[in-house]
């Protein structure tokens, strides 16, 4: 088992309950020089400068810190259709959106994202301006003020 493009490298970020029988499977798989565990991490930023695509695998999420912190770094995104996913990430726009627990529609995404720099760097660079557009402080800032005041002005 090889990985479609040679120059693929997997981070890994964080640490859960599957770390040890994934670190295991990559070694059995002889992919250790390719896949690499890094732990948990206060620093996401610093590895996100080093990545070229933002993977979220979830079964279930809500609105995904991490995912924001990577379209604001201009990443694409493979992620799955499960809480605020789908609205972080537009489909086919930002990154893509595939089923959640549909491994093959997984592979498949993240695949051709690989295999398409320019693909990467279109979504990436959209996926900055949707993050800033939508979940920026000032815009988050703006609509609260703008519900303050219109419960203020009902009373």
């Not at 993240?110 to 815009?139: F, I, N, T």
Request: charged letters at 20%; one cysteine or more; aromatic letters at 6%.
């Amino acid at each position: 088992l090889r990985p479609p493009v040679s120059n693929l490298r997997l981070l890994f970020i964080g640490d859960g309950s599957e770390r040890a029988s994934l670190e295991a499977l990559s070694e059995e798989l002889g992919l250790t020089e390719s896949v690499k565990f890094m732990g948990a991490s206060d620093d996401v930023s610093r590895w996100l400068g080093v990545m070229d695509i933002f993977c979220l695998s979830s079964l279930s999420e809500g609105t995904s810190i991490a995912l924001l912190e990577a379209a604001a770094h201009g990443l694409p995104a493979v992620v799955t259709d499960v809480g605020g996913n789908g609205e972080i990430v537009q489909d086919g726009v930002t990154g893509v959106v595939t089923p959640s627990g549909d491994l093959e529609a997984f592979v498949s995404a993240l695949v051709r994202m690989c295999s398409d720099p320019e693909l990467r760097k279109q979504m990436g660079m959209k996926a900055r301006q949707h993050v800033l557009d939508v979940y920026s402080a000032s815009v988050m800032a703006e609509a609260y003020s703008s519900i303050y005041a219109r419960v203020l002005n009902r009373r």
